[in-house]
């Protein structure tokens, strides 16, 4: 955007080594860069650079010297008295921004109407919107004093329609209208003939786009992610030879007929584009050649491929196998792709070795979505460069891979062993809701393949699977969701140590879901496993100790919704349950343990006995547990306990809510202890609670009144005293002194 935003203000210079503005304004930026103007660089994964951060006192510099010309404004204070005030010389500013700083309070905002005097502004842009948009209230009709404007941007105003006359913005290079509820684009925006940036992405309304859209012939960014209802593109967008960037291309039925719809043949002459491309409604292709017109091969700069073909079940069932791969065949794009993605493909294969698809290289993602009749891919061995792989929902596949690699066995696997190895740079798999999916390849688990660099795996809705590739224990996240247990024991045996210096095993998170079973053969394998979530197992009965001593460096465990899961105590022989304290010989468990969640558990009578040993432990969450009726005694023993949370226990519940409750001696030692919506002690301090403090303050109030009542009797018997003192002194003198 920002590169975007300096070639609206003609910033950018072209320079003889570089044909497009895009280019020369990266190259201002790296230099920027270089110079530490920017810093902190974040990239995606083709390379590109998406965002960077500046430091505070160069912020304060760039501000100073751009002066009163450049100003962001406060939208809540933002007023026509403000205005008028003279703080802000509106005939002065150029570049305005209004700021709404994400607050919800700012949902409508009404347009100041002294803005109008803003004439001789270039840039006026509303940013930092709060999720749901804000809602312009006023007269739009005041930009239309701002005929100098070359940059608008008006993303998250929630306009339905456009009461603004484009065509007196004539020098208007930068318009951002996304996020906006408008239905249909205005032809009369057509005549910004200078416009070089469109942006409408995620307006989901937007169903009709300008008849003449292809006299834009200065457009260099078109942008329609996410707008769902439109379902066509008018023809003469082969038109625009500056195009850059055009993120939707749409096929319809009536294009064959109507030449005012564009079809794939305006894609021919775009041999700029760039980023991503995608293209929706490929099922009404008719033959291999007009899926050629569409020319992708010659289109070297882009990155990001999406074909689409109809969602329509019946629609893929009906169409042809052999029709859908010849017309995927002509799709052929440049091997300078990084990132392909197929959806509703309805042929039963993709290209082979010998056609297209081994040729790229230099793919970094590779996603295949809803391909119901897909049966087999082809091999993923030219793939050096691929990060991540992605297959979702495909019911035919039984295989990944029906290749067999030529190797060693694993018994004989050294870290300079390469015969194994495949997709050495892949470092993301999941696969989700492959139903008839067996295994990886027809090899057995001694011949399947390493993927070495794997930190990410999602298996989901995968019953039938049995064999996976192995793995180096190097994850950050590992999660299997509704397989069988063969399939966990399988994977357990799946993972194999680094064995070169520096390299150690390290599994950062390990999330069970829809699991009946827990093998033995799953365990021994995940001593470095530092979290553990157990979700929805509702027919996993037992989590015992046998299991969780091949844990010693979990740190957290989090168990949800297991309806029949019971906590086995561990059996330390002749009745011993492990409450000797001075038994030190006892077997520990989870010795590195930090945090423990039990949400949903209605099996769960007692905490089992070995957590007393998990003297590490800092919180002990535990939610909707019916059966629990008490705290063991030995939680006293848990002196790192910081914190401690029961929610929805009505038994358990009664137990610890207050310093008066049975368990209280217990838990007191913990600091931070909350009890459903109360929290009952904080940071050590105990909180008391309303109906206490009412009984404090009532006794304080009686205690006050008794001292008061006995300092009033006091008070009397004093001067009654004194009274008889004086009557007393009185009648002596009288009586007796002459």
Known sequence: MLVQVWMAQGFIIKSGQFSLLEDVGIEYFKNLLWRSFFQEVTKDRYGNMKYCKMHDLMHDLAVTVAGMDTICLNAINLTDSLLSSGVVNLERIRHLSIDFENKWETRVWKIPTLLAKATRLRTFMIINVAVGGVKLEGRCEIFLNMTRLRVFGLGDAKMEVFSITFNKLKHLRYLDLSKNGVEILPNEITRMVNLQTLNLCLCEHLRLLPADLGKLYNLVFFYLDDCSSLTYLPAGICNLSFLRELSLFILTEAAAKNSRLAGLGELKSLTNLSGKLTIKGLELVKDKSEAAAANLKEKSQLQHLELWWSDDSNNMVARGCDHERSVLEALQPHPNLKELQLCYYGGTSVPTASCWFSSLRNLVRIELYCCGKLQSLPSLDPFVSLEELVLYNLESLAYVQRETVSSLPFSSLSSSNKDLQCLPSLKSLKITDCPNLIGWSLANMEESPLLPRVSTLEIEGCPKMVTIPHFLINFKKVELMDVSSELLSVFGASLISPSLPPAHPRFQELCLQYVNDLPQGLMPQLSSLERLNIWFCSNLTTLSPSILRHLPSLKELHILSCEVLELEDYDYGDGNKGNDENDSMLPRFLPSLRCLVVQSVPKLVTLPNWLQFSSNLQQLDIDWCDN??????????????????????????????????????????????????????KEGCYLEMEDEEEEADQEHEEQEQQEEEASSHTHISRLFENCFARMTCILFQRCFLP
Do not use: M
């Open 628 to 681: 629990l009726k008490c705290l063991p005694s030995w939680l006293k023993k848990l002196t790192a306990l910081e914190s401690l949370g029961v929610f929805r226990c009505d038994l358990l519940s009664r137990r610890c809510i207050s310093n008066k409750a049975e368990d209280w001696p217990i838990i007191s030692h913990i600091p931070n202890i909350q009890v459903d919506s109360r929290l009952v002690q």
